[in-house]
């Protein structure tokens, strides 16, 4: 990570004994009493910072030391020594001791360097609030150099991000009017431009001309971000930094606001805060307003003239891209005054609806439609405004053509995360666009499977359940879909690097069109997924080995889990018997992905178990299903993990105990379907053990169920205690089956106590004897409490 040289000062840095540095800084406190600080005290001081920054360790100081470095800090007119002072103080603790603790609130005016000391060792809400108090009061004269404001607004910044409690109403009020006057009074005259010397530089300097816009033309109303001067005047700065720091300050002091100066909130009505928009919107009348309604309303007119100047053509590429900076920075200040004052929403909407009209066929403008988003989804209801083209648009439009932009999926999800109630409740489109959404995921699943954790309980719902569980286990064709998508409009067939690919010819071809189109699909509701999928796996079969196809297949075991967790707190006992027909059909119908099918059985048999414990009767109603799948030995081979979660359910379950309907008849075909697949498999070749354990077993519950097939399963297991057992591979195999056949065939000699321990009732499974006031337990249990008591 470093070069050899920088480690080497780093381990040495790092490993200097304790006596060495008491000599140091000795050394350098000598160096410091001196008049005259040259190259041997920046020497020092360098090497002091590293050996203070390249440990974890913090450390303190000697007193004298850093008496002179804060002297030093304070006092230097030399920035390189202020720089390296400051950075070496925040790396140490303060002095320890009475009478210890330095102070700086007598300095004026307060270096930014030292400022910033102060800020990283304050100690307590007090101290941030004594800072925040100097800093603010250096804004309320006009400042000796520039560099005094400037570097005063990002301290704020930074006391208001972790410390917003630290500001009284006074420091609202006092940088509320002073953001008034940056935002709204600055200078439409370019600064002065430096002579650079020559024959004509005289007493007589040009006099600087107007500023212009981004497209050339002479500024015609108030100064701001996107306005361009060859120079920039101490007010176009202050300008400048002032709309940075502007949206977070409106959210801070509305916090503030809520918190200090509760009264103020609670006697306004919504109706109050109409009449004061609308009285605000003249600038003679918002000269009456409080400070902070006035920079509310300033801000207003500053975001309403950045939408303005964002409509005209740059001159410059760099410029086209601040103009969409601004807009999203604009929109979300917007945004936020009118969750202030519900009565800016109708003065706000013809702005943002215009912009939302000229920008959303502009894929390159799309970091501003989320912001617009924003604010339809917190305001429309207000405004009353249809807003089913921008869901359309955001969650249709830009995900399907904008897939592989990182930026927008993670400003997307993001958005998602932070509004899922409120869409789920105003934006019933939201759900309809999974297909859509899901495409970020297909194209970059490692960055972006922790979001759609947290995403995709929002997406499952009655009516998308199925086709998104589908959708899911497509996701690994999707991610191939797109490539091949990208790939195609890239190359051309003409061109070289447009053929040789047997996927992206299937692809271009019409008579496979149709599968690829369903798979590219935007929304949700044309079919729950495709008949010819084992086609579309055979087209798909070189994208296997693909590395972001295999990504994509490595988060769709997370997602399931995350989907059944989420599907059973949703679906009726009907849609949860389709869910388990889905898990049967597609078990066999997946991308041949190394490791990919083993681990969807995984997931698939995990979830069936949990399905059917939760409710029984699944087992009932599918048992046609389940006894297909399970009398069928070729899933032995391939689907074992998941076969042996068939048997025992269906072993477990077919019972009159968890289904009245479940009648002899059933229970018998059950058994017969099970027999015949155990006779099959130890007569034909080497089955699993922990098939014929899970076969055995399952046969011995039916049969202690239905007593007149004890006889038959008690001859197959009596020929497993006479060592009848040669298809087994190994002698643990073999003590595993005769065992479990031994234990068996011990219970069902006994037909009662075999159905008592192999279908034990509820009372047995979920005992609540403690709990039982009738009961002689909880007595006992009490009084052996007493008892045990040292109390």
């Known amino acids: 990570m470093y070069s050899a040289g920088t480690e080497s000062l780093i381990k040495q840095a790092r490993e200097i004994g304790e006596e060495e540095l008491q000599k140091f800084y000795c050394r350098i406190t000598k160096q410091l009493m001196g008049k005259e600080h040259g190259h041997d005290v920046i020497d020092s001081l360098q090497r002091l910072h590293l050996i203070m920054a390249s440990t974890k360790y913090t450390r303190r100081l000697p007193v004298e030391l850093h008496q002179r470095l804060l002297s030093l800090c304070v006092s230097s007119s030399v ?102 006057d940056w935002l709204r009074y600055a200078s439409v005259q370019q600064g002065g431009v430096a002579s650079s010397g020559g024959f004509f530089t005289g007493p007589r300097i040009r006099q600087p001309g107007p500023v212009v816009e981004l497209d050339g033309c002479v500024c015609g109303d108030f100064f701001t971000v996107l306005c361009v001067s060859q120079a920039f005047s101490d007010d176009q700065w202050m300008n400048l930094y002032s709309f940075s720091l502007l949206r977070h ?80 920075e604009a929109v979300r200040i917007l945004d936020g005054v009118c969750v202030e004052d519900a009565g800016c929403v109708y003065r706000a909407f013809p702005c943002v609806k215009s912009l939302f009209g000229r920008l959303n066929s502009d894929l390159s403008c799309s970091r501003v439609l989320l912001p617009i988003a924003q604010f339809y989804l917190n305001h429309g209801e207000t405004a009353a405004v249809d807003s089913e083209c921008v869901w359309r648009c955001v969650f249709g439009v830009l995900p399907a053509e904008c897939f592989n932009d990182p930026y927008l999926a993670h400003e997307t999800l993001s958005f998602i995360r932070a509004n899922q109630l409120q869409l789920h409740s105003s934006v019933p489109l939201y759900t309809h666009y999974f297909p859509s959404l899901l495409k970020f995921l297909a194209w970059d699943s490692p960055g972006l499977v922790s979001d759609y954790v947290d995403v995709l309980p929002s997406l499952v719902t009655a009516g998308t359940a199925v086709e998104l569980l589908h959708s899911l286990l497509d996701l ?158 070729t899933n032995i081979h391939s689907k074992e993990d998941l076969y042996t979660h068939v048997v025992w359910v269906l072993g477990e379950y077919l019972s009159v105990s968890f289904d009245s309907r479940c009648s002899v008849d059933l ?41 007149d097939l004890i006889p038959r399963v008690s001859l197959f297991l009596s020929k497993l205690r006479s060592g009848a057992v ?23 000699k006994l037909p009662s106590v075999a159905l008592s321990v192999l279908t034990p009732p509820s009372l047995a499974t979920s005992p609540r004897w403690h709990r039982d006031a009738n009961a002689t337990l909880p007595p006992r249990l009490r009084t052996l409490t007493g008892l045990t008591d040292t109390r």
């Not at 918190?259 to 000269?287: C, F, K, L």
């Open 79 to 180: 920035e390189q020594l202020t720089v390296l002072t400051s950075a070496v103080l925040r790396e140490t603790l303060p002095p320890s001791g009475p009478g210890q603790i330095y102070t700086l609130h007598d300095h004026s005016p307060l270096p930014s360097h030292t400022a910033a000391l102060m800020l990283s060792q304050a100690g307590s809400k007090e101290d941030l609030s004594a800072l925040s108090s100097l800093l603010l009061r250096s804004l309320e004269g006009r400042p000796a150099g520039i560099l005094s404001h400037l570097h005063t607004l990002p301290l704020l910044n930074t006391i208001i991000t972790y410390c917003p409690e630290s500001l009284t109403e006074d420091h609202v009020t006092l940088l509320s009017k002073r953001l008034v």
């Open 249 to 328: 300050w409106l959210i801070t002091y509305h916090n503030v606001t809520d918190g200090n100066n509760s009264t103020d909130a609670d006697d306004r009505s919504e109706v109050d805060g109409s009449v004061v928009s609308m009285v605000s919107a003249t600038s003679s009348s918002s000269r009456l307003l409080p400070p902070k309604e006035r920079l509310r309303e300033k801000s207003f007119q500053y975001c309403q003239r950045l939408i303005e100047q964002s409509d005209r053509k740059a001159l410059k590429r760099t410029d086209t891209e601040l103009q969409k900076a601004c807009l999203v």
């Open 476 to 633: 690994p064709c999707l991610t191939a879909a797109l490539t091949l998508q990208l790939r195609s409009a890239c190359f051309p067939v003409s061109e070289p690097g447009g053929r040789g690919l047997s996927s992206l010819e299937a692809f271009r071809s019409p008579a496979h069109r149709g599968l690829f189109l369903f798979l590219l699909r935007g929304e949700a509701g044309s079919g729950d997924t495709m008949d010819r999928l084992s086609v579309l796996h055979d087209l798909l079969m070189e994208a296997a080995d693909w590395s972001r196809v295999i990504q994509s297949a490595q988060s769709v075991p997370v997602l399931l889990h995350v989907y059944f967790n989420t599907v059973t707190t949703v679906s009726d006992e009907r849609l949860l018997a389709q869910l388990v027909l889905v898990l049967l059909e597609r078990s066999s119908l997946l991308l041949n992905i190394p490791k990919y099918t083993a681990e969807i059985h995984r997931v698939f048999s995990h979830h069936l178990l949990k399905l059917c414990k939760l409710h029984p009767s699944l087992v009932v109603d599918q048992s046609r299903e389940l006894l297909e799948f399970a009398g069928t030995t």
């Open 667 to 707: 229970v018998t075909s059950c058994f017969e379907a099970l027999e015949a697949v155990l006779f099959e498999i130890t007569s034909s070749g080497s089955p699993s053990p922990r098939v014929v354990t899970s076969l055995l077993s399952a046969l011995a519950k039916l049969a202690s169920r239905s007593h």
């Open 726 to 748: 040669s298809w087994c591979g190994s002698e643990e195999d073999v003590v595993a089956v005769v065992t479990r056949g031994e234990e068996l065939w011990s219970l069902l």
